[in-house]
């Protein structure tokens, strides 16, 4: 390595953070830029852009996987997860081939992890791609989860994703309409269809994806093409392409009696 590695610690616990330091402290090839909780991780990594994370998994405000979409995929340095997990969990880790260190840590084991981080940091220095296998862990569990974390004005709102009413691109962000409400989110549209639940969310066109159960009309205009009336009036172009589809959720949707 040419310059040390930049490398921050994200952990609820002061000791576990503190573990990994002294674990860390010997090697030359390591620079600790800073330590922190799950809740102050994202400023923390705007801040000191580091290369390399030691990332808990579970942490009671903003958990690991919460993090990382906030941060988003692209942003992420390379990843070291850190957890207590049971080992039925850890088959998740294991099937995307992502690094992982169980608690309590031992000495073996972090120094074989550690020296694949290194070589995963030299590849990005070098052009190399981010890391699919997290992206794909994170699209995994973000279906479960139903949230979606949005950076506003220092601090972090944390939207439930059946109360989206629609969103809409704005280049390579994304607004999330809820209530009467609008929240920028830097990721794009395609990102956000593979992580809500297809059962509920649809692509109205290319630049909108609608939550279904929010659709009070399919209205009909002069040329054949039609418009959605969403709650609130909100109107969102329905595409032709993807109009037979759309009408074949929305039918068989659950909806509440009107």
């Not at 969310?201 to 205009?221: G, P, Q, W």
């Amino acid at each position: 390595m040419i310059e040390p590695v930049r490398t921050l610690i994200v952990d609820d616990e002061p000791l576990a953070r503190q573990a990994i330091r002294w674990l860390l402290a010997d090697d030359p090839e390591v620079a600790v830029v800073g330590e922190c909780s799950g809740a102050e991780g994202a400023s923390l990594v705007e801040q000191t852009r580091p290369e390399l994370m030691f990332l808990d998994v579970q942490m009671p405000e903003v958990d690991g996987f919460d993090l990382l979409e906030e941060i988003g995929i692209d942003q992420a340095p390379t990843v070291v997860f850190v957890t207590a997990y049971s080992a039925h969990a850890l088959r998740a880790f294991d099937v995307h081939a992502l690094d992982y260190l169980l608690k309590p840590v031992s000495d073996e084991r972090f120094a074989r992890t550690l020296a694949r981080a290194k070589e995963q940091v030299l590849i990005r220095r070098q052009g190399g791609p981010v890391d699919a296998g997290v992206g794909a862990l994170l699209r995994e569990r973000s279906r479960q989860t139903r949230r979606i974390l949005v950076r506003e004005h220092g601090r972090t709102r944390i939207l439930d994703a059946d109360a989206i009413d629609w969103i809409e691109a704005a280049d390579y962000y994304a607004v999330i309409h809820v209530g009467g409400e609008s929240h920028l989110l830097r990721e794009t549209m395609n990102e956000l269809a593979e992580r809500l639940d297809p059962q509920r969310f649809a692509r109205a066109h290319r630049s909108a994806i609608v939550n279904v159960e929010r659709v009070r009309e399919i209205r009909t205009l002069p040329r054949g093409d039609r418009v959605l009336v969403l709650d609130r009036g909100v109107e969102v172009r329905l595409s032709r392409t993807r109009r037979d589809a759309f009408e074949r959720l929305v039918g068989g949707a659950s909806r509440p009696a009107e």
